[in-house]
């Protein structure tokens, strides 16, 4: 019994391949060599000879002459498990048939046993006729009806030796030694739960010679065909040479003639010849022009692949065939191997071919432009080229995004079509996979997307640096930074466009490119970037930049200080004293602490850009000293200040003093405040403690006299002649704030110089006068 690639064989045997195996053995026949393979699992051990085997999916039914299965009590029909031929867990073990033949074992479309053999009376305790049960699979009976007056195999030396169910009819058929039994074949109408014959249909065999008659029965549709074991007999009155056929129908011999034709073969399937799958296995068929013996899987020849699944009979077979790889298949089967009813061998089948193919077709999207580039250009010609020639690709398969397509055309494995982008930026174009199908079938695989940047717009760039445009530096190089909105090529150190100065460390790429600027003189040092100089990567040249300029200056920005109260070197006798900064340009970072004082001190600081305002008050009497020193701030070019010139002053708030005295100003002889003098003149100095200035003649207080020839002596000192202008008392002083200090300081008042004046008589002697002192003139 043939079970796809296994076959179980029952007989009386205890070694097969020279492993000890009871009676029935489990072959693997894989591959189909010749050689099958003893399944090294499968091992029931059956004490007598196996006639019959039944299977279903995981279960083994066997039939014969034996006792025990395994050891344990089993008479005549037994059931195991596939797998190792262990009892079936459902199967009692217990005695079954008490004496008797199991011949045959037959599992019809109720999915029951049908069970027949000779002298089979008792089956688990209970009568049973005519050699012949319905067994659940479990082993328990199931009711079923014989037809009365048969002869029982049990009473005879027949046996039922068939059991089929054909076209929704139930055939028996019986083998025989004697010719006495009036009935061989019976056909009924089959509800499996009885036999009624059919009346149309009879058969009986007579006249045999050379032994027993064996009844097996083969369907082809119309016909039943009866092989015989004696060489010659009769049926039904006609004489019959080994095999004949009689109808489904009647019963009747419908053929006795010899059959000399070979029978022919037909390979078919679903796939076409010399068509293309991507279905594995291939499904296919054998169809012979007669029914045949003897054809198994091993007579299918196929190249490039092997045969499997192998099932049929008569004269229709059906295997799959698995391909081994992509590419050619063939399958033949050679002339030979199996034969007709009536000995015939077949003749060749012719080849049947088909391409296997599975790999899925993968398609490529291309251009001119490479894909991840930018074009400044529509519309842009893409190609699809598929891996193998497609069918069922249309426009409506690609998917654009950013852009539409037009212009489509192509067959077979390349496509072409015309892409326009809708805006500015990323396009996007793509295959999705399911949209074509090759010659097999396969659907595509989904392509890469195909991107490209559409850009119409021109780079910008702007220059920078960490010096603002419009500022100042005070020494170079000068670092600048050119910076495009998008990354640009071929702009070099010579597209920059340069005032006054010179360019180095040129470097950069993409949007970032960096270079120093070295100014050549003091003034103002330019750069530009002219358009078109360079270019984005989808070919747009650039925009000009603006010019950037900034301010070269070298030069330390100077300072000097001044003061509307007072000059340098000069004196002032008040305080505060109110003082100016001037620079020689505007600065920054300069305070009040960057004022050094000697004794005073800074306040009321105020200003910015050139110009600074503040207040020093005098710590003490003397002089007071102002300086600005180099590099307390900084100009905009980040130059440092030079160092201003000292500003000094004297601080003197003491009012200078003053005294006057007088001499003779013909002897110059002193004479002193409360002498009596005569009509002389006298010259009045005027002494001050410091050196004073304002001092004029009328500034002096005169009585009783006139004043004249004033002079400056120098060293603060001043002389005025005093002439009396009558005898009497005659005075003169010089009142407070007639002079002033170099500070500004009023001079105090001096003391009052009074005199007496008389003319002396003539004869009137001459007072003698101190020695030192001036005598009155005496009268006339």
Not at 73 to 93: H, L, N
């Amino acid at each position: 019994m043939l079970d796809g690639d296994t076959l179980y064989v029952g007989g009386d045997f205890t070694s097969v391949g020279g492993l000890t195996r009871n009676r029935l053995v489990k072959i693997d026949v894989t591959g189909n060599s010749g050689q099958g393979t003893v399944d090294s699992s499968f091992a029931p051990n059956v004490n007598g000879y196996v006639y019959t085997i039944a299977i279903d999916d995981n279960h083994v039914y066997f039939g014969g002459v034996f006792t025990t299965v395994n050891g344990s009590a089993s008479r005549q029909i037994c059931k195991v498990k596939k797998t190792d031929g262990t009892f079936a867990s459902d199967w009692s073990v217990a005695t079954r048939f008490v004496n008797g033949t199991v011949r045959v074992i037959s599992i019809l479309s109720d999915n029951n046993l049908y069970v027949g053999g000779s002298y089979l009376q008792t089956y688990a305790g209970t009568s049973i006729s005519n050699s012949f049960v319905k067994l659940s699979k479990s082993g328990s009976i199931i009711s079923f009806s014989m037809p009365a007056g048969l002869v029982d195999p049990a009473n005879s030396s027949s046996y039922w030796s068939s059991i089929l169910e054909i076209d929704n009819q139930l055939y028996l058929a019986r083998s025989r030694t004697d010719v006495s039994a009036p009935v061989n074949f019976l056909k009924g109408s089959n509800n499996l739960t009885s036999l009624v014959l059919d009346s149309a249909f009879t058969g009986t065999v007579a006249g045999i010679s050379g032994g027993t008659s064996q009844q097996v029965f083969y369907s082809n549709g119309l016909n039943l065909f009866v092989g015989l074991t004696a060489d010659s007999g009769t049926y039904n009155g006609g004489a019959v040479n080994h095999q004949h056929a009689i109808s489904k129908a009647t019963g009747a011999v419908v053929e006795l003639q010899a059959d000399t034709t070979a029978p022919t073969v037909t390979l078919s399937s679903s796939v076409a010849n010399a068509g293309s799958t991507s279905q594995s296995p291939v499904s296919m068929t054998a169809t012979f022009s007669e029914t045949v013996t003897g054809f198994t899987v091993g007579d299918i020849t196929v190249t490039g692949g092997s045969a499997s699944n192998f099932t049929g009979s008569g004269s229709s077979y059906t295997f799959s065939v698995t391909p081994s790889g992509q590419g050619s298949i063939s399958v033949s089967i050679g002339s030979g191997v199996c034969q007709d009813l009536f000995g015939n061998s077949n003749t060749a089948s012719s080849s049947y071919s088909f391409t296997y193919d599975s790999v899925q077709p993968t398609v490529s999207l291309s251009s001119t432009t490479s894909s991840g580039s930018a074009v400044n250009s529509s519309p842009v010609l893409v190609t699809a080229t598929f891996s193998e020639a497609v069918t069922g690709f249309v426009a409506g398969d690609v998917t654009a995004f950013n852009a539409t397509i037009s212009g489509f055309s192509g067959s077979g494995t390349t496509y072409s079509f015309s892409v326009t982008p809708s805006g500015q930026g990323a396009v996007s174009v793509s295959i999705g996979s399911g949209v074509c199908q090759d010659a097999a079938g396969n659907m595509n695989q989904a392509s890469a997307p195909f991107q490209f940047t559409y850009d119409t717009i021109q780079p910008s760039v702007t220059i920078s640096s960490l010096v603002s445009s419009g500022g100042f530096v005070s020494a170079g190089p000068v670092s600048m930074t050119a910076t495009f909105s998008e990354p640009v090529t071929g702009f070099t150190s010579q597209d920059l466009s340069l005032g006054n100065c010179s360019l180095s460390n040129f470097s950069g790429s993409g949007t970032t490119y960096t270079f120093d600027l070295l100014p050549a003189n003091d003034g103002e040092v330019t750069v530009l970037i002219p358009a078109g100089v360079c270019q984005d990567s989808a070919g747009n040249t650039n925009t000009a930049s603006g010019s950037y300029s900034f301010t070269m200056d070298s030069l330390a920005p100077s300072v000097v200080l001044s003061s509307l109260t007072v000059l340098n070197g000069g004196s002032v006798s008040t305080g505060p004293v109110s003082m100016a900064a001037t620079f020689s340009e505007a600065v920054t970072g300069f305070t009040s602490e960057d004022i050094t004082v000697t004794n005073g001190s800074v306040s009321s600081f105020s200003g910015s850009g050139g110009s600074y305002l503040f207040s020093v008050a005098p710590s003490s009497e003397g002089l007071v000293s102002v300086l600005i020193g180099s590099g307390v701030c900084q100009d905009s070019a980040g130059n440092n200040n030079a160092a201003s010139s000292t500003f000094s002053f004297t601080f003197d708030s003491v009012a200078p003093t003053v005294t006057i005295s007088a001499v003779n100003a013909e002897t110059g002889a002193a004479v002193l405040s409360g002498s009596v003098i005569a009509q002389i003149a006298l010259v009045i100095t005027a002494s001050f403690s410091e050196a004073v200035t304002g001092v004029l003649a009328g500034d002096f207080s005169v009585s009783g006299g006139a004043v004249s020839s004033f002079t400056d002596l120098g060293g603060g000192q001043y002389s005025i002649r005093l002439t009396p202008s009558q005898d009497g008392q005659m005075s003169i002083s010089l009142p407070a704030g007639a002079a002033q200090d170099l500070a500004g300081n009023n001079s105090g008042a001096s003391g009052t110089l009074t005199f007496t004046v008389e003319t002396p008589s003539q004869d009137a002697p001459v007072a003698t006068m101190a020695q030192g002192s001036v005598a009155a003139r005496a009268p006339l």
